[in-house]
């Protein structure tokens, strides 16, 4: 999962709202009719503006999320179609609502669940690699799902992300986050980890494998689930 700007985001969607605002108030009575509607080169601003829409809450929330759904429910037959300043005020309702969830902290809650789901798949592969004897990857794969974790926990704590994992580890003890036993458990896992990726093969034994990645996946259900 991406690591998000919320700030920058945030203001991405203060200005669309804005924007929005200001589509709707392109609404106007066509000559010669008594129908109402956003038209000529007015169109063509509504239609930006609504492809922008899209590409934010395609990019932040991605196009599975409700908010995304919500926006294609709310155009059936695409932008172009858009033309009511009713519309219009729906999908500034949207982004409003959208900018409640980033800003109340549901985009990060929503990244740290992405990540516990891919972290099972990895753990999964790990578990299979290590009951064929396969060790040694499934010790590197472990590790690699065990840092991603500690870098994600401190990024989320506002610590240093770019610090060593055994740094981080420190980091986050220091910090509260977890307690000594845990650290210490931790610091055994990235150990085994380091010597896998280091050729030390010899170091570590296949049980050892298994029990860390069994710790390490209780510590993703602890921490992300």
Request: glycine share 6%; proline share 3%; hydrophobic share 40%.
């Amino acid at each position: 999962m991406a690591r998000y700007d919320v700030q920058k985001i945030s203001s991405r969607l203060h200005a669309l709202i804005e924007e929005g605002e200001a589509v709707a108030a392109l609404e106007r009575q066509s000559p010669g009719s008594s129908l109402i509607y956003i038209q000529g080169k007015d169109k063509v601003r509504a239609q930006a503006w609504l492809s922008n829409v899209l590409n934010i809450l395609d990019a932040t929330f991605g196009p599975s999320s409700p908010q995304y759904r919500h926006l294609r429910e709310l155009m059936p037959d695409g932008p172009r179609h858009i033309e009511h300043s009713h519309e219009v005020y729906q999908i500034v309702g949207l982004l409003a609502g959208a900018l409640s969830d980033l800003e109340g902290g549901f985009l990060r809650d929503q990244e740290q669940l992405i990540a516990a789901e891919l972290f099972d798949s990895v753990l999964d592969q790990a578990n299979e690699l290590n009951r064929q004897g396969y060790k040694d990857p499934s010790a590197v794969l472990m590790r690699v799902v065990l840092e991603d974790s500690l870098r994600r926990l401190a990024r989320k704590h506002g610590l240093d992300d770019a610090n060593k994992a055994a740094s981080i580890n420190a980091d986050l003890k220091k910090e509260s986050i977890y307690a000594q036993p845990l650290w210490r458990q931790i610091q055994t896992w990235l150990d085994i980890g380091n010597a896998a990726a280091h050729g030390r093969f010899d170091e570590y034994s296949q049980d050892d494998v298994s029990n860390s990645i069994s710790g390490v996946e209780q510590f993703v259900i602890a921490f992300f689930s």
